[in-house]
C-alpha cells in the first residue's frame, strides 16, 4: 500500500471520516503518524536483519578535502568503497592522525566515522566525480501519498497500528489502545517469517563494524552479502 492508502486504513481503525474527512485528527498528523509507525517497524525488522534495507549513493571527492557527510537520513554505514577496492573502516582519531602527515593519493584505502561525516585516508590529492560509493542502511519514510513504505508487504498493517498507537495515546481511549497494542504486537511476532539474518548453522556478522570483509582466526575468507555469509 501506499501512504495515501495505509491513510485510510488508519482513519479506519481511529474510527475517523473516510476520504477527505477528518474530525480529531488532520492530514498531516496522520502522514507524520504513518512516518513514525513506519520508523518502529523499521527498527524491528532491523533487529532481526540488520541488512535488510541498503541504499547506495556515490559522491566526488575534492582535492584537499577529507571530510564528507554521510547521505541524508543514512542510519549506519555498511561499507564504503572507492574505484578498485573497499576501504577499510578505522578508528576516526587515527585516521586523523596520519592525515596530519599530508599524504595526499587519488586511491583511498581507509574512512572513519565523525558525527555525520566519513573522514578519509589519505586525502585526495586532486577533484573526482563519483570516486566513491557508500553503502548504507537508510531511514525510511514516505513524503508523498503515492510513496510505499518499502517493508514486506504482510508488515505494512503493523504501521498502521503503531500509528494509531501515537494517536491513541493522547485520547485516555484505554480500551482501544489496548486493542491496537496487541495487534502491533501479534505482526511484530511474524517478521521473522519475512526477514531472517543468515541460513541455519551461519553465524551473522553484524554491518557498521570495520571487519565486515576480512579473516577469521582460522584464515577463512568471508564477506556478508545481505544475509548471506559468503566464502571468496
Keep these: 500500500m ?3 492508502a495505509l491513510r ?3 482513519k479506519a481503525v481511529l474510527q475517523e ?3 477527505e474527512e477528518y474530525d480529531l485528527w488532520s492530514k498531516p498528523q496522520l502522514n507524520a503518524y504513518l512516518n513514525m509507525g513506519l520508523a518502529e517497524m523499521e527498527a524491528a525488522i532491523l533487529e ?3 541488512a535488510a534495507f541498503v541504499a547506495e549513493d556515490s559522491f566526488g571527492v575534492t582535492e584537499g578535502i577529507q571530510l564528507y557527510a554521510v547521505p541524508l537520513g543514512c542510519m549506519s554505514i555498511l561499507r564504503v568503497t572507492g574505484a578498485t577496492a ?3 573502516r578505522r578508528d576516526e582519531g587515527e585516521i586523523q592522525r596520519e592525515n ?3 599524504t595526499r593519493a587519488d586511491t583511498f584505502s581507509k574512512y572513519g566515522i565523525l558525527g555525520r561525516y566519513i ?3 589519505p586525502i585526495p590529492a586532486t577533484s573526482v566525480a563519483n570516486a566513491l560509493t557508500i553503502t548504507y542502511v537508510p531511514t525510511l519514510t514516505m513524503a508523498a501519498d503515492e510513496d510505499t513504505p518499502g517493508i514486506h508487504p504482510n508488515l505494512e498493517r503493523g504501521i498502521v497500528m503503531a500509528a494509531a498507537q501515537i494517536a491513541l495515546q493522547a485520547t485516555g481511549d484505554k480500551d482501544m489502545l489496548g486493542t491496537v497494542m496487541i495487534q502491533k504486537s501479534e505482526i511484530l511476532k511474524t517478521i521473522p517469517k519475512y526477514y531472517r539474518p ?3 548453522g551461519v553465524r551473522w556478522i553484524r554491518p557498521d563494524y570495520d571487519e565486515i570483509d576480512g579473516d577469521d582466526p582460522a584464515g577463512f575468507d568471508f564477506s556478508v552479502r545481505g544475509d548471506q555469509l559468503v566464502s571468496r
Aim: with cysteine; charged share 35%; glycine share 16%.
Design 17 to 19: 471520516p473516510a476520504g
Design 48 to 50: 532481526v536483519d540488520s
Design 198 to 200: 543468515a541460513q541455519d
Design 2 to 4: 501506499n501512504r495515501g
Design 119 to 121: 573522514r578519509i585516508c
Design 8 to 10: 485510510e486504513e488508519l
Design 86 to 88: 573497499r576501504l577499510r
Design 100 to 102: 596530519l602527515g599530508g
